[in-house]
């Protein structure tokens, strides 16, 4: 609950607001070609977007080219068919601090993404020693905005 209020902070909306509960199309969409013979876990699993948080603490020193990677993988991760969003937030009160917050249409979408030159340019960062911490938060898209 606290990483929503603080997006919604960071939007300078109200925590409530973050909820914009609106019909999904890409939800939509699949759940009309489902067959519906498969159990209520398998339907749940297979029509949620898979939604990333990260949580990643930059070193100092490494903070500008940390930057340029970090755009770089933005701009090619919005370019792949099953990619959502991927949005990059950086901290006010700390600009080491960062969060991303992915999603994808499904799973197949999440492994087309690690496949990608782009990403290669995030865990090569992290591999070189540029992250003083990273977690990563797998979700699923329950109520997601458009677009």
């Known amino acids: 609950m606290k ?3 603080f997006l919604a902070s960071a939007f300078s909306l109200s925590p409530l607001s973050a909820f914009n509960i609106t019909p999904n199309p890409i ?3 699949r ?3 489902i067959n519906h013979s498969m159990s209520s876990s398998a339907l749940q699993s297979s ?3 898979i939604a990333i948080m990260v949580d990643a603490e930059i070193k100092p020193d490494r903070l500008d080219e940390f930057l340029d990677i970090i755009e770089k993988d933005a701009i090619g ?19 080491c601090k960062f969060f991303f ?3 994808y249409q499904d799973v197949e979408a999440v492994t ?3 496949e990608q ?5 995030w865990t090569d960062f992290k591999a070189s020693g540029g992250v003083v911490s990273s977690v990563s938060h797998k979700c699923d898209g329950i109520f997601l905005s458009e677009g």
């Open 112 to 114: 087309f993404h690690k």
């Open 27 to 29: 939800i939509d969409q």
């Open 77 to 95: 991760s919005r370019s792949e068919p099953g990619c959502i969003r991927f949005d990059v937030i950086q901290n006010q009160e700390n600009p």
């Open 3 to 5: 990483f929503i209020i």
């Open 117 to 121: 030159p782009h990403f290669a340019l």
């Open 101 to 103: 917050y992915e999603v």
């Open 31 to 33: 759940t009309k070609h």
């Open 47 to 49: 029509t949620k977007p």
